[in-house]
């Protein structure tokens, strides 16, 4: 009875943390939003992963040692779920809206299912799933349009989303592999960003030299990387792009990347991922309040039905 008590605690603590986790994580694409009017998509994400990698390394002051063939599992974590999985959705947040964003970015979980029924042989497929896939997928196509019946859509910011939540199905396998290791979640998410500063590292040199004063939806402006002394001294001279640099860095990327593994690991990936369905709530309702984004009738029935349909994927 004492063990059971001791489980079910150990649960809502694992819980807990997801819950504060999919917070952050909501508020993140307004902070992204915000940031994209003075650095470009590529220099937020390395600014972002800098400063969680240094973070973590004064939260935990530790080496672990780790074995050598394991680096493989944390260079494709950092490579999927932070380089690939952040960059597509900064570069779709230049493209489109925050909320647009967050929704679509949120069937994570069905790719997560998929990815793990085929390579961990987890059982996650079933009618419900299926059910709530194509009730999800609906819903992602209402919130494409957020209220434009005339298709004067640019879909590259969707499907760039789309490509995102597909890459954080690949980095829950790998984060899934690297917890049956049973290595410290801090010091296992520090290696994991120590190698998406390493891969971002060749893509800062690649945009050396490339304008940012490209409009909305340019890639070579999401690419650029500013080394103007005037320019520098300018945009890190205002507080808040301090405060969601930090935020997006130390908070949303440091801390809560290693909460939701510790999450993973008391719960189980793919269970605890059902809260990602949440993060198009807390966006939509932030974005509306600082952002000014309006929540159309399209856009707001496409974010019930994806919500909706990723809820019943998940029943037994």
Request: aromatic share 16%; proline share 2%.
């Amino acid at each position: 009875m004492h063990k059971m008590e001791q489980d079910n605690k150990r649960k809502v603590f694992g819980y807990a943390i997801a819950a504060v986790t999919i917070f952050f994580w909501g508020i993140t694409f307004i902070c992204t939003k915000s940031l994209l009017s003075d650095f470009s998509a590529l220099e937020i994400l390395f600014f972002r992963f800098l400063a969680a990698y240094l973070g973590l390394w004064i939260i935990r002051p530790k080496f672990e040692k780790i074995e050598r063939r394991d680096n493989i599992l944390f260079a494709l974590a950092g490579l999927s779920g932070v380089v690939l999985y952040q960059f597509s959705e900064n570069m779709a947040i230049n493209f489109t809206n925050a909320s647009n964003v967050s929704v679509i970015v949120s069937i994570c979980p069905l790719f997560t299912a998929i990815i793990a029924q085929y390579f961990l042989k987890e059982n996650h497929l079933n009618l419900w799933f299926l059910l709530g896939f194509i009730i999800s997928i609906t819903g992602v196509a209402l919130v494409c349009f957020n209220g434009k019946i005339e298709l004067e859509l640019n879909p590259i910011g969707d499907l760039l989303a789309l490509f995102a939540a597909i890459c954080w199905g690949f980095y829950s396998l790998f984060v899934s592999l690297i917890n049956r290791k049973n290595y410290d979640p801090v010091c296992a998410t520090r290696r994991v960003f120590f190698y998406a500063v390493l891969f971002m590292l060749p893509l800062m040199l690649a945009g050396y030299g490339i304008s940012h004063s490209g409009a909305d939806g340019d890639f070579a402006a999401s690419m650029a990387v500013i080394i103007d002394k005037r320019a520098n001294l300018q945009r890190f001279a205002k507080p808040m792009n301090w405060i969601n640099l930090l935020f997006l860095g130390i908070v949303a990327s440091g801390f809560c990347f290693s909460a939701w593994n510790k999450a993973c690991e008391i719960v189980g990936t793919v269970k605890v991922s059902c809260g990602l369905y949440l993060i198009p709530v807390v966006t939509i309702v932030f974005a509306f309040f600082t952002l000014g984004e309006q929540i159309t009738w399209l856009g707001a029935l496409g974010s019930v039905f994806t919500i909706t349909g990723l809820f019943i994927s998940e029943k037994k």
